[in-house]
């Protein structure tokens, strides 16, 4: 027996939530609203299976990870699961998205897509395809919105941006996209007629990832749970920490509220249960660590599912010895002098140039920025806009032509503010940070930490190497980041 994580339990919230708002409405209504067009199962549709997307993951110290993926449904309410012996994604263009997979009742198949960028009917989806051909994340030059017929295969290009293009969601409105410059910046939304692909700017307030006025004292934080029907979404206000009251609600397209639940993080009835799956891929041999994911991925559809059993992974191959990270004595790079400058209090933040960088990472290390701040070969990255309030990513990008470790060491410039460095490395007090490993020809170091800082201001960063001294300059913004 396996457990269904909760992280998986929450988005099976997109499949709970419906049948609760058709069939049992319970908890408030603001403002007062009975909703409608929630298509969902009816009472008698039980049992059911539900389409899923099952990640096995397995590794050893030092060894690449041994992912393997399937496609499937759970029937509920035994939780048993069977592989779907024809789930398929191969036969159809899936951009740079490949392992995204959702099941279509209405084609009776598998679709490279997710519940934001397939269409209202369920037979078409939207991807993202980056530009030139062949292109990754780090070289590309732009990107193309295109649209697929699920039954015959046929490809469509729809729009063409010379910036970073993302489908947020597929409504009977149009495709909301967004566009980020791929050196960074502000991000645009664009609403894109799937049928001409003619494009209008749309209002910040058109992101579903927003979610403006909530209607509960004392809760402040949010998260986007996805669309539940035709303009309307869902989403979990409040914190995750035991005990912590929390809300799951809907929001239709006038603005109406619906509470489906209010409870406490941990308790008894949480919405977020976890449930027993059997028949799940069998935990592989000679691997310190292996989890299976279920991500829920599409309807659940009336009647039981009988198919194939899962495939385990192989048995892990004989482990090469681990490598020895290397022993840094930092009191030699502590020892250089911090060169960082004073600002007067209230004087202007001349602030370190943006530059681009060719950034080539190892296959399969996912999405590094193509920018960075500095003269190199270290670089601060990560962000373009820094805040005081709350922790922030901080990424440092590490030219190939230099393999020896960094000492980071970030001070405000202005005043007195403290500085909180973490991540994977050594943390040595005052605002200074070891990483003791960074690039390996030909592919660039990269780190990410988490950056606090006690308040706003100007503030600079100094890497020092065992050959080289370089630093930046960046400002730190009053208040907390923007949501999204």
């Known amino acids: 027996m396996g457990l269904l994580a909760i992280g998986v339990a929450v988005l099976l919230i997109l499949v709970l939530v419906g049948s609760r708002v058709t069939l049992r409405p319970r908890g408030n209504v603001l403002p007062a609203a009975t909703p409608t067009g929630v298509a969902q199962l009816a009472l008698d549709s039980m049992p059911c299976h539900l389409a899923v997307y099952v990640v096995q993951e397995a590794d050893n110290p030092g060894q690449p990870s041994a992912p ?8 509920i309410p035994s939780g048993t699961f069977f592989a779907d012996p024809r789930g398929t994604v191969q036969d159809l263009p899936a951009g740079s998205t490949p392992s995204a997979a959702l099941y279509s009742a209405e084609l009776h198949r598998w679709l490279p897509a997710t519940n934001r960028s397939i269409s209202p009917d369920h037979r078409s989806y939207a991807y993202v395809k980056l530009t030139p051909p062949g292109a990754t994340f780090n070289k590309a030059t732009g990107s193309e919105l295109h649209v697929v017929d699920g039954a015959t295969g046929s490809d469509r290009k729809l729009w063409a941006s010379a910036a970073d293009i993302e489908v947020i969601e597929w409504t009977s409105s149009g495709i909301l996209a967004s566009t980020v410059p791929w050196q960074g910046g502000i991000m645009s939304l664009w609403l894109v007629d799937p049928a001409t692909g003619s494009t209008t700017q749309a209002p910040q307030s058109a992101d579903p990832t927003l979610f403006k006025g909530i209607p509960f004292a004392g809760i402040s934080n949010y998260s986007y749970l996805g669309p539940v029907a035709e303009g309307s979404r869902v989403y979990r206000l409040g914190g995750r920490d035991a005990g912590t009251t929390y809300y799951v609600i809907t929001v239709d397209p006038a603005g109406h509220v619906t509470t489906i639940y209010m409870g406490k993080a941990g308790d008894a009835t949480d919405f977020d249960p976890s449930f027993k799956v059997s028949g799940g891929p069998a935990a592989p041999a000679g691997y310190q660590y ?28 004989t482990p090469s010895p681990s490598p020895t990270p290397p022993n840094v004595d930092w009191s030699v790079l502590m020892a250089k002098p911090l060169m960082l400058p004073d600002v007067a209090g209230g004087a202007p933040c001349n602030t370190s140039s ?43 990008l590490v030219d190939p032509k230099y393999t020896g470790p960094v000492l980071v060491r970030v001070k405000q410039l202005d005043g007195t503010g403290s500085i909180t460095l973490t991540g994977d490395g050594t943390g040595l007090g005052g605002g200074a940070f070891g990483i003791p490993q960074t690039s390996s020809p030909p592919y660039w170091g990269t780190w990410i930490g988490s950056f606090t800082p006690s308040a706003p201001g100007c503030y600079g960063i100094q890497f020092d190497g065992t050959s080289f001294t370089d630093d930046a300059v960046f400002e730190v913004k009053q208040g907390p980041p923007p949501p999204g």
Not at 68 to 75: D, E, I, K, Q, R
Not at 290 to 317: D, H, M, Q, W, Y
Not at 356 to 373: A, D, E, H, I, M
């Open 354 to 396: 943006q530059v681009s960088l060719q950034v080539n990472v190892r296959p399969g290390s996912g999405k590094w920025p193509n920018y960075g701040f500095g003269p190199g070969p270290a670089y601060l990255s990560g962000q373009i806009y820094w805040y005081s309030a709350g922790s922030q990513a901080m990424l440092v």
């Open 68 to 75: 393997a993926t399937s496609l499937g449904f759970v029937n």
């Open 290 to 317: 292996s989890n299976i994911t279920f991500l829920p991925a599409g309807p659940c559809v009336p009647g039981e599912f009988r198919g194939v059993a899962a495939t385990p992974l192989p048995k892990a191959p």
